[in-house]
């Protein structure tokens, strides 16, 4: 069965730094791409960027590039979203998503991690 | 590549016929999916291709078009279709973005 399992709930300051994670099962991590989407209170999805684990090509949404890093660990199936400095503005909930071999969108994701950025 | 979503709400009674529309901002030929996503949950994805139904799915979701215009139909609404549902275009790889969603709710 494919799971997508995230990190648990994060409340920071801004400033800090964060990394997220979502660790992936049930199938062959390295051959599909991962995305990482953002969901701001009450807001609709924003892919912010994705990842190929096999061999870490990242592409990111103008308008995250620079403001976060997406990687990939593949001895642990794991893709990460990290940031150097939150600020208030990054409280949202993120979702990895795994998109399917044939590119008919993304086909499991995992349950969100409430990231919340406040002084 | 820009998607518009109407309307940007409805409201709808258990058994209506139910229609969103997703347009593009250029031509995706069939490359867009449909998702669902109920509050509190991750979004499920419903459509691909445009029209093709997702495993799992009920056959009362249908999905239709091409090129820049698109549309989503529940042919009988049920009380677990109350969501909100975005299209997504799946033809910029390896970033597909998503319409601002259309929320479903009972009339």
């Known amino acids: 069965e494919v799971q997508l399992v995230q990190s648990g709930r994060e409340v920071k300051k801004p400033g800090e730094s964060l990394k997220i994670s979502c660790k992936a099962g049930?199938?062959?991590?390295?051959?599909?791409?991962i995305a990482w989407v953002r969901q701001m209170p009450g807001k609709g999805l924003e892919c912010l960027g994705v990842?190929?684990?096999?061999?870490?090509?990242?592409k990111y949404s103008p308008s995250f590039e620079g403001q976060v890093t997406i990687s990939a660990d593949k001895s642990i199936s794991t893709a990460y979203l990290e940031w150097n400095s939150l600020k208030a503005s990054d409280t949202a909930i993120f979702y990895c998503?795994?998109?399917?071999?044939?590119?008919?969108?993304?086909?499991?994701w995992g349950l969100g991690t409430q990231v919340t950025v406040s002084s | 590549i820009q998607l518009t979503q109407s309307p940007s709400s409805l409201s709808a009674s258990i058994g209506d016929r139910v229609t969103i529309t997703c347009r593009a901002s250029?031509?995706?030929?069939?490359?867009l999916a449909w998702y669902q996503q109920k509050p509190g949950q991750a979004p499920k994805l419903l459509i691909y291709?445009?029209?093709s139904l997702q495993s799992g799915v009920p056959s009362r979701f249908s999905g239709s078009g091409s090129g820049t215009d698109f549309t989503l139909t529940i042919s009988s609404l049920q009380p677990e279709d109350f969501a909100t549902y975005y299209c997504?275009?799946?033809?910029?790889?390896?970033?597909?973005?998503f319409g601002p969603g259309t929320k479903v709710d009972i009339k």
């Open positions: 998503a795994r998109r399917s071999l044939n590119g008919a969108g993304y086909d499991y």
């Open positions: 049930g199938y062959r991590f390295t051959n599909y791409w």
């Open positions: 990842i190929f684990p096999e061999d870490h090509e990242t």
């Open positions: 250029q031509g995706i030929s069939s490359y």
């Open positions: 291709a445009a029209s």
């Open positions: 997504q275009q799946l033809n910029n790889y390896p970033l597909f973005t």
